[in-house]
């Protein structure tokens, strides 16, 4: 794809801060220009199909999500699993596949980078049942343009605010190298949801993407952690209305939740 190139995702990034902070309080917004208005429009391609409709399976609950981050620790040397934050990027990237992954296909990468075997007797089976409730939770959010709160962990040092959110852009970047055809859609339609989203990683690690670090540069900084937030699920909506356009009536793009109360674990 000319223009849009290809994201290097040797390095891991470090694991982020203990932090939780379900709500947003303000509504999904695109990045700010400095130029003139938005002008992209979704491609509407023939939607392939998702996983298909479940009872829907309760949202991981706090010490659910510690018991996963426990377990992703837990794999042997010399794998290298996702931490939390770079597991949800890369699920969502998963999920805006225009062609369905199948889990088979998918979840070797969360407990390797590199999508190798884990040794004989490594019993993966209460890690991958929590990883699939939250790919079953993006998927329903994603399916429906509901709004999603990513899992973006403040770092306990004062970090950049590209710094929080890399492991989660990371995982994207992962899912989306490993599974190239989201990147292989229209480019026009693809430019700035992904600017969006990858102007948080060094440019070094852009690999022929002179229009797309171009479209970076237009865009105004987030002014906090939450409105960075924001921008990156409003992108990824964005991304899901060119590989998974819905019925023109059906397209109804939700608001962020109101904040359910002080943040817990310091997560947005």
């Not at 819905?246 to 997560?267: I, L, M």
């Amino acid at each position: 794809m000319s223009g849009i190139g290809g994201v290097r995702c040797g390095r891991r990034p470090r694991r982020g801060g203990n932090a939780d902070n379900r709500g947003m309080s303000q509504h999904p917004r695109p990045p700010a220009r400095r130029g003139g208005p938005s002008t992209l429009r979704a491609a509407a391609p023939k939607s392939a199909p998702q996983p298909a409709a479940k009872p829907p399976a309760k949202p991981l609950s706090e010490a659910e999500m510690e018991r996963l981050e426990a377990l992703l620790d837990s794999v042997p040397a010399p794998l290298e699993s996702l931490d939390l934050g770079m597991l949800d990027g890369y699920l969502v990237g998963v999920l805006l596949q225009p062609k369905l992954i199948q889990a088979f296909q998918w979840l070797p990468f969360v407990l390797d980078s590199e999508g190798r075997k884990p040794p004989a007797g490594f019993d993966s089976r209460e890690l991958t049942e929590l990883v699939k409730r939250r790919h079953q939770e993006l998927n329903r959010a994603i399916t429906g343009r509901q709004w999603f709160d990513p899992w973006v962990f403040e770092l306990e040092d004062e970090a950049e605010l590209s710094e929080t959110l890399l492991p989660w852009v990371a995982g994207f970047a992962l899912a989306a190298e490993e599974f190239p055809d989201l990147m292989r859609q229209d480019a026009a339609s693809l430019l700035e949801p992904l600017a969006a989203i990858y102007r948080h990683l060094d440019p070094d690690d852009l690999e022929d993407a002179d229009e797309l670090l171009e479209e970076i540069e237009t865009l105004e900084p987030p002014a906090d952690l939450e409105e960075a937030v924001e921008s990156l699920v409003a992108a990824c909506l964005m991304l899901a209305d060119v590989t998974r356009p819905q019925q023109a009536e059906n397209a109804v793009r939700s608001k962020p939740p109101a904040r359910r109360g002080p943040p817990q674990r310091g997560r947005y």
